[in-house]
């Protein structure tokens, strides 16, 4: 029999807790998601995707006057040294580095199609060409000056870049978006004429706030135009904590088609909103009849972006129909602020506007103090040899004579002249030809402009006001580049306050108004009829449910809902389910409380009032505004002492009388002016009600009559000379109804 397996046992095999493993695992993976793939560094602004697509076609030499390579040989390049993933991975960063309505400054120069705004796909990269722009010619400026560090690549065998040099401020420039573990980023574009005047007043200034800066930085600047419409303390708030958001809409204008017609044309849409899902997304809206002022939509794009909104009648206001197209699609889109980046390339923190610009500036002075040390060694290793040389025109016959009879002629060299090694190897790499006079001056002259050079530049490493000097200048020049009178670095994006549109009901601009009839059921399910339906007969229910409430309004309208427990609801007409089945509870609508039914239902009229009246005779007056409620949750209106409920909400805008019914049949009439008007509470007595309870309220006008109907769903008026003896005052107890109302069933039409 096989012995059982030993774990323990040895051979190679270690026993680990599945815990601890998986969390030092799932850690690694989170780390190298943060650190390599998903967060830019703060300094140079790009993912390790970007930074390596870059560096290979350097070495491609694909510099911005060359001619173009397949992209396909520069992903070949970047995932078989640089990036071992997969192909389609650094194609598609690389497209996107292509795309002028995705990237503010392009990186890439494409050839071929590169995809659209549309959102189509870009072509197979065996078909596309590319070169770097000048834009990323900047980053890289220098990067043979030993400007920055390298490091070993996935198999050690080649070097990249730990960061680009950078002297064009890319992190916000062009923006950056990723997902990582437990974090994400999203920095939209910028423009970079603006960012330059921003970090040449914060050299000045290094205690500059964010809040300052913005008076050169207005807010973002997106490749596809657009107009932001936040407001100034917004935009003051996302950017001093890097966190927040930018309301961006299309651009669009009224054109006249003359004899009063007219359409909108869309000229810039959202950054980021394909232009065939934004089409589709209206034309769906318009099949669904959700744009009632809305008649056509048109793309007419060709080149530059122009889709035109034929409006339903010259009578609608254009700003109307836009404010509803807003509202509804995607021609307005909140771009999130979150300015999550590896600070020092190390460590992943939100920073705000000015902190990212100081990280550029000081990786910057990084930079420029790494050249001019390079530089300065350079200097240092030529005047060496220079000095060698010089000493060779003192003495030329004696240096050819030792190179002639020596054996080993560069000892002795070294020996007779005091030379260094480096000097006397540069001597005996000289050409017969550069022992001329000539060239004996020439050596002078540049041994006197590399002194000068290496005076100026040890000058500049000794001083912090040089080295800002410096790069001040190279900040103007990089500004004068990308300027606003240049056709890159003009402004896209505009900043506008949206149009005042307070007073505008847009629930009847976004619902096509067409008359209903709203049904509510004993057991709380809703439906809405199409059209005014007089006779209800032929409505079926489900089960052993039956009709409570119905009424005529129209798809516009809301709906006012009473619950026993004193809450009203709010509902839109227009989100009502159609009478093709038995409709929908209400309690899926809202949020009922446990034990509580609807006991009225009605349609909101705007500046109206409504008296409200629990079964204890207790009621009052409210203005219909101040019931709307904008949650599920409702609004307690009707201040309740058990075992009372709700039980009435009825029209009081027109009348001057209420007429007041309990149970045990005893009817009262009083004026409507001993009812006190309130927002909530419990109000006051209508009817005295000892034993009984409050059933039924109305209000209406004494010299027209007062309507009720009788179990028949007869139509029945009772004047004013019959009301005689009912007539009272509020909290009376009432008197009987007698034969006067022989079998009634309820007051109104």
């Known amino acids: 029999m096989d012995q059982p397996f030993d774990p323990d046992s040895g051979d190679g095999i270690e026993s680990v807790e599945l815990k601890s493993a998986l969390e030092e695992r799932y850690l690694a993976y989170a780390l190298s998601t943060i650190m390599h793939r998903a967060l830019p560094d703060a ?13 290979a076609m350097r070495l491609l030499r694909l510099d911005p006057a060359s001619a173009f390579k397949k992209c396909a040989r520069i992903v070949g390049d970047v995932i078989g040294k640089y990036h071992p993933h997969g192909d389609t991975a650094a194609y598609d960063a690389l497209v996107r580095m292509a795309q002028d309505f995705s990237q503010r400054y392009p990186l890439v120069d494409g050839q071929g199609n590169f995809g659209n705004i549309d959102g189509d796909n870009p072509a197979a990269q065996r078909y596309t060409e590319a070169r770097m722009t000048e834009v990323a010619r900047l980053l890289m400026e220098g990067l043979d000056d030993d400007s920055v560090d390298f490091r070993p ?22 923006g950056s978006q990723g997902i990582a573990v437990g974090m994400a980023t999203s920095i939209p574009p910028h423009n970079a004429a603006e960012l330059c005047d921003a970090a040449l007043y914060l050299i000045t200034r290094p205690e500059a706030t964010s809040a300052q800066l913005l008076t050169f930085v207005k807010g973002p600047d997106f490749p596809t135009g657009g107009i932001l ?10 950017y001093r904590t890097g966190r927040g958001g930018f309301r961006v809409r299309a651009r669009w204008a009224k054109e006249d088609l003359g004899r009063g017609t007219w359409t909108i044309v869309v000229t810039e849409i959202p950054y980021g909103v394909p232009k065939a899902r934004l089409i589709e997304k209206l034309a769906e809206l318009l099949q669904e009849k959700k744009l009632p002022l809305l008649a056509d939509v048109r793309d007419e794009s060709a080149e530059d972006v122009r889709v035109v909104l034929e409006p339903r009648s010259r009578s609608v206001d254009p700003v109307i129909l836009m404010e509803s197209l807003f509202r509804l699609t995607e021609l307005e889109a909140r771009i999130p602020l979150n300015m999550n980046v590896l600070v020092g390339g190390l460590v992943p923190r939100v920073i705000g506007l000015a902190e990212a610009l100081r990280e550029w500036l000081d990786h910057r002075r990084v930079v420029l103090q790494r050249r001019s040390r ?3 060694g350079q200097i240092e290793r030529r005047l060496e040899i220079l000095g060698g040389l010089l000493i060779v025109y003192l003495d030329l016959d004696e240096v050819i004579r030792i190179i002639r009879e020596e054996d080993e002629p560069k000892p002795a060299l070294m020996a007779r002249f005091e030379l260094t090694e480096i000097q006397a190897n540069a ?10 006079k000539l060239e004996e001056m020439e050596l002078k002259r540049e041994l006197d402009a590399l ?4 005076t100026g530049i040890e000058e500049l490493l000794g001083s912090d006001k040089l080295q800002w000097a410096e790069i001040t200048k190279q900040i103007r020049a990089v500004k004068k580049t990308f300027g606003p009178e240049t056709k890159i670095g003009a402004r896209r994006t505009t900043l506008e306050n949206p149009p005042d549109t307070a007073g505008i009901d847009f629930t009847a601009a976004m619902v096509e108004r067409e008359p209903i009839t709203v049904i509510v059921s ?7 009829l199409k059209g005014h339906v007089a006779d209800l007969s032929g409505v079926a229910f489900k089960g052993d449910d039956a009709l409570k409430i119905s009424f005529l309004t129209e798809t516009t309208a809301k709906i006012l809902v009473l619950a026993s427990n004193g809450k009203v609801f709010t509902l839109e007409a227009a989100k009502l389910p159609g009478g093709r089945g038995f409709g929908d509870p209400i309690r899926l609508m809202v949020d009922f ?6 006991v009225a239902a009605l349609p909101y009229q705007p500046g109206g009032k409504l008296l409200a009246a629990g079964t204890d005779g207790r009621g009052f007056l409210a203005p219909a505004d101040s019931l709307i409620a904008n949650t599920r949750k409702g609004k307690g209106v009707i201040g309740l002492d058990e075992p009372a409920k709700a039980t009435l909400l009825v029209p009081a805008t027109v009348g001057d009388h209420v007429v007041v019914c309990s149970a045990d049949r005893l009817l009262l009439v009083f004026p409507i002016t001993e009812l006190p008007e309130l927002v909530r509470g419990k109000g006051v007595r209508l009817q005295r009600c000892r034993q009984s309870t409050l059933t039924d309220a109305y209000v209406f006008t004494l010299s027209q009559g007062l309507p009720w109907r009788d179990s028949a769903g007869q139509v029945r008026l009772a004047n004013a000379a019959l009301l005689e003896r009912w007539m009272g005052h509020r909290a009376d107890a009432g008197t009987l109804m007698t034969r006067s109302f022989p079998k009634f069933e309820r007051f109104g039409k």
């Open 153 to 174: 690549n996935y198999d050690g065998q080649e070097e990249e870049p730990v960061v680009l040099p950078a002297a064009f401020p890319n992190l916000l420039a062009n």
């Open 593 to 598: 409380d446990d034990g509580t039914e609807i």
């Open 427 to 436: 001597i005996l790499d000289t050409r017969l030809r550069s022992l001329r």
């Open 451 to 454: 002194t000068t050079e290496k």
């Open 374 to 376: 390079h530089r300065l």
């Open 522 to 528: 004993t057991k709380g399910w809703i439906r809405a």
């Open 229 to 238: 419409i936040d407001s100034a303390e917004s935009i003051a708030e996302a």
């Open 43 to 55: 300094r140079d602004g790009l993912k390790p995707v970007h930074r390596r697509i870059l560096f």
